[in-house]
């Protein structure tokens, strides 16, 4: 079964990708019988481990840990809202430290960052 061995040598593709392929060979099938013996042969696309992501914002005076947020993804969008949630309880930071994550590398963050004047 040629489907059988294209997932071994891509066991990422799942039955789509592997009916792109199929139909490339030149092989005339349809989309159901490729999942119907994708099923049949208990393949199935592994799932990547997903990372848990910290948002820490500390009081680097006091030492102290104002908030923290926790996701598999942190946006640009998570950032500011906990910034803005704790503008009301402690006010903004004059400089934001950041580190080489994503969340603090897009226009967003910035535009936030130089319309309240800070760093």
């Known amino acids: 079964m040629p489907q059988v061995r294209i997932h071994r040598s891509r066991p990422r593709f799942g039955y789509k990708r592997i009916l792109i392929l199929l139909r490339r060979q030149g092989h005339k099938i349809g989309k159901d019988k490729v999942y119907r013996i994708y099923r049949e ?9 997903r990372k848990l992501r910290l948002l820490t914002v500390v009081d680097y005076f006091s030492r102290e840990s104002v908030a923290i947020e926790a996701g598999y993804t942190l946006r640009a969008a998570d950032v500011i809202r906990t910034l803005t949630r704790l503008r009301v309880s402690r006010g903004l930071p ?3 430290p950041v580190g080489n994550g994503s969340e ?3 226009n967003d963050l910035d535009r936030f960052a130089h319309e309240r004047g800070l760093q």
């Open 41 to 49: 042969e208990g393949l199935q696309v592994r799932t990547k481990r």
């Open 94 to 96: 004059r400089i934001i």
């Open 104 to 106: 603090f590398s897009g």
